[in-house]
């Protein structure tokens, strides 16, 4: 038996299932990212072929990117409850080959916090009032 040339339509097929395989996703951010926006835009790269889309899906919603374009892809999603969210993306090739990727969203957790010396309640008789506390956050 002789080794199968290179012209082979085995080796193509082959070749073909490795190249599409091969596909990758990145989301912006990271594996953890915070905004202080409900409604928030998520983006990234991906390694798409014709026919691909990228699927975000967070706190229940499904958001779709149609063929990313030069490698790029964005999604907005509508208002999202304060808190951490999970979000997984994967990039779907024209076969039906997934590659995914995941991301936890905080939302809101940035807002600073503040706390005023003396509570919530204090009272002063001078007339120039001098207000002083700590900030978390800002």
Known sequence: MSPQSSADPLDANIFGLISETALSIVITGGTAATTRLSETTI???ADAV???KVTVTVA???LTSWEPSEGSWRVRTA??????QSRVTAVTAGTGIEVMA???LTVGASDPLIAIYGGSWATTTTATTRIAGTTVGA
């Open 79 to 84: 208002a999202l409850a304060d808190g951490v």
């Open 50 to 52: 014709a026919d691909s």
């Open 60 to 62: 229940g919603q499904v």
């Open 43 to 45: 983006s990234g790269t």
């Open 102 to 104: 995941e991301q936890v």
